[in-house]
């Protein structure tokens, strides 16, 4: 479980978070929704420490990372994984050799046992016969892939996705979304998902934070999100001509 | 003040830098990766910058040494002491800060805005230490190496262009290349060699690593590295002349 309390941050003059609080549940998909600009990627990045937050705690089941010395955060970190928006493979490494990566730095295993766990990890995400290929070489979604299995290797408890599936078609988006989820339950980890994309939210929107410019105006899961009253969730939502229809089927059904 | 600041920032980035390894067997095998990277492979070039160094050295030495009363070995020594004081040092660094200076901008500040910087912070590895810190030891170790090849091929270079013109035999430019060799020189410009070394990798290791943007920031960082290690090598030239000449 994640919790963020009251969380500000501004760059320059500029404010970009305004007083955000939400917790995080384990074993849920939990959602960041907003337009691009709203401060998702600026506020997943405060959570993990990337950006220092102006004011504001953050307590990863109750410790709070906020207080904590560089040398105590590198070791939370341990803990984590994270899915950047471009997938952010090493380009000089191998796909094998990416997801290897955080065990050759962090573990004590043997060659043999960090094989297994690589190889475990690349299964798990539906790769096969790519292990030599560089990651210029491979596809946008495979990329996706193996930076999931990346940021698994060292069995998280805290996963964080930026926009999974930006740049991706529909039908592989649904297969990252579907393989975060399934990982998030399997394994019980607290998974935090920046997303603008509404079939995202309505895959697998757990527990939804709707932020705007910043501020965080609804808070809810996807059962709840067609129906809400919220004016700006509103027009997040139903810019999608597609769930505007849902909408209006519903309340027809229910007259 | 923006120098300053920037200034300030080089050096917070230099203590981050050499601050303790996570796990010393991965630095070594990036180290050794480096030196093949921007050393090894950086054999060739000079090889070739360094034989037409000494060629035209040797023929603008020939071309003032019109009195006929003056030994044509001093060609030879006029060559050597070129090349061992500043050719092969100092112009030789000028050039590596084109070529290794840029290749390490680029490479680490498209690291930086591909999220790649933040996905080793993330996983909890120091990545000012982890890429900068192999690739410091590496342009280090090895331009004091690029520094002999360099006046060995410069030499070379003039005892092939000189008799070519006919303006020195092999035998007395060979005389001169010997005649009155001071080590000291050698030392002074291996000294010069270590200093500039390390301008080179740790200044655009910081241009590339404080890179916002995109891949058009990127080449704009190469090439305010390259101009910055530049100066600051002139400036180190004349700092460390003064002091150790
Ligand atoms: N490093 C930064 N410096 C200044 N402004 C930034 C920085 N990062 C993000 N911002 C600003 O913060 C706002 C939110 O950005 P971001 O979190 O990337 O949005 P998104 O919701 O699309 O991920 C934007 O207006 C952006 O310009
Ligand atoms: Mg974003």
Redesign the interface.
């Known amino acids: 479980m994640i919790e963020i309390r009251n969380i500000y941050k501004s760059f320059e003059q500029k404010a970009v978070l305004k007083n955000i609080s939400k917790v995080f549940n384990k074993g849920e998909t939990n959602l960041i929704i907003g337009r691009s600009g709203s401060g998702k990627t600026v506020l997943l990045?405060a959570i993990?420490g990337?950006h220092e937050v102006d004011k504001g705690q953050i307590l990863y089941d109750g410790r709070d990372f906020t207080s904590m010395s560089q040398k105590l955060r590198?070791?939370l970190?341990?803990e984590?994984?994270?899915v950047?928006?471009?997938g952010?493979?090493?380009?000089s490494l191998t796909v094998e050799e990416n997801v290897r990566?955080?065990l050759?730095?962090?573990s004590e295993l043997t060659t043999a046992e960090k094989q297994k766990q690589v190889d475990f990890c690349l299964e798990r995400v539906n790769i096969s016969n790519a292990n030599q290929l560089y990651p210029s070489e491979i596809s946008g979604g495979m990329q996706k892939r193996v930076a999931i299995a990346r940021a698994i290797v060292l069995n998280p408890k805290y996963l964080?996705c930026d926009e999974p599936n930006s740049g991706l078609d529909p039908e592989t988006s649904m297969v990252i979304d579907e393989l975060i989820h399934s990982i998030t339950v399997d394994l019980q980890i607290t998974t935090i998902i920046n997303t603008h994309d509404m079939n995202s939210v309505m895959e697998i929107g757990d527990n939804i934070l709707f932020i705007s410019e910043g501020e965080m105006c609804w808070e809810g899961n996807r059962k709840e999100i067609l129906h809400a009253e919220n004016q700006k969730l509103q027009e997040f939502v139903f810019a999608n001509k597609q769930y505007q229809r849902i909408r209006d089927d519903k309340i027809e059904e229910n007259k | 003040m923006n120098i300053l600041n920037q200034t300030g920032k080089y050096f917070a980035l230099l203590l981050k830098v050499f601050s303790k390894p996570e796990k010393h067997s991965l630095y070594v095998r990036q180290t050794f990766n480096e030196i093949d990277n921007l050393g090894v492979k950086s054999f060739g070039i000079v090889a070739v910058i360094s034989i037409f160094m000494g060629g035209i050295t040797t023929l603008q030495v020939a071309y003032n040494l019109t009195n006929p009363l003056l030994p044509t070995y001093l060609i030879g020594l006029g060559n050597r002491d070129t090349l061992i004081l500043e050719f092969s040092s100092t112009i030789l660094a000028l050039i590596m800060a084109g070529k290794i200076g840029s290749n390490i901008t680029s490479e680490i500040g498209s690291m930086k805005v591909t999220e790649q910087i933040d996905s080793l912070e993330i996983m909890g590895v120091n990545s000012a230490s982890y890429l900068i810190l192999p690739k410091i030891i590496a342009v280090v170790m090895m331009f004091p190496l690029l520094y002999i090849f360099s006046v060995f091929f410069g030499l070379i270079g003039g005892m092939i262009v000189g008799p070519a013109v006919g303006a020195v035999t092999v035998t007395d430019y060979l005389n001169g290349v010997q005649y009155l060799f001071n080590p000291y020189y050698v030392t002074y410009s291996l000294i010069k060699c270590l200093v500039f070394g390390f301008l080179i990798a740790s200044i655009s290791a910081f241009f590339g690593y404080t890179v916002e943007g995109g891949a058009f920031d990127v080449g704009s960082a190469s090439t305010r590295a390259v101009v910055n290690t530049n100066i600051m090598i002139l400036i180190w030239d004349l700092i460390l002349t003064q002091l150790l000449l």
Do not use: I, N, T, Y
């Open positions: 990045k993990v990337l590198k070791k970190r341990q984590m994984g994270m950047f928006q471009g952010a493979l090493f380009d990566f955080p050759d730095m962090f964080f």
